[in-house]
């Protein structure tokens, strides 16, 4: 912001942008928030999708364990992503489509 003239256009239209993104950062802070619960029931999905995928590879199972552990992981990860993504949410958690 100094490198600009002070009479310049630039500096007034880039001040104000800085402010509004301020403001709407302000804002957004009060009303986005994570879902803990979606978050805790994702980290169970990964820990049973690790713990399946440890027979396979410890060889102490079948090669099967694996379509039980993939899906649990992806459910997981996907589950994590959505759910620590910051929405705006309702008081149970679900997302407030706009």
Known sequence: MNLLPKDSDGRAKMQEH???SITRLIADENERRRDPFGMTL????????VWAAS??????????????AIP???IGVV???QDATPRKR???GQV???
Do not use: H, K, Q
Request: no cysteine.
């Open 90 to 92: 309702n008081e149970r």
């Open 42 to 49: 994702a980290l169970v999905f990964i820990g049973l999708a």
């Open 96 to 98: 407030i489509r706009e």
């Open 72 to 74: 649990l992981g992806v």
């Open 55 to 68: 027979f396979p590879v410890r060889n102490e199972g079948s090669s099967l364990w694996w379509l039980v």
């Open 79 to 81: 589950g994590f992503v």
């Open 18 to 20: 800085i402010d509004a």
